[in-house]
């Protein structure tokens, strides 16, 4: 198994980017998905997660910004980050998780940085 996480960068305030993550190895129609992120001396914190029923929960700090999406035929889950803050500076992590289980998988993570 393995998600590969791409589109993170540095990017001024009020910019956007696209984060993408692919999973191989998974049957990934049958998963929940979706992205937390970790800045410096903080908890991980869930952003967005989208299930495999296409229901999606998205953080307080982000709502109507950032928009998450799935494609199983392309088996990814993007993350559409809009009017970033510097506060969205951290490190990026995708996942995966089963329906009805604790399996989870996790990708390396990709460093979206937010210049003031």
């Known amino acids: 198994v393995q998600l590969q996480a791409s589109g993170g960068g540095l990017v001024q305030a009020g910019g956007s980017l696209r984060l993408s993550c692919a999973a191989y190895?998974?049957?990934?129609?049958?998963?929940?998905t979706g992205w937390y992120r970790q800045a410096p001396g903080k908890q991980r914190e869930l952003v967005a997660r989208?299930?495999?029923?296409?229901?999606?929960n998205i953080a307080d700090s982000v709502r109507g910004r950032f928009t998450i999406s799935r494609d199983n035929a392309k088996i990814t889950v993007n993350l559409q980050m809009n009017s970033l803050k510097p506060e969205d500076t951290a490190v990026y992590y995708c996942?995966?998780?089963?329906?009805?289980?604790?399996?989870?998988?996790w990708g390396q993570g990709t460093q979206v940085t937010v210049s003031s």
């Open positions: 190895g998974i049957t990934f129609s049958r998963y929940t």
């Open positions: 996942y995966a998780q089963r329906d009805f289980s604790s399996a989870d998988y």
């Open positions: 989208i299930r495999s029923g296409g229901s999606t």
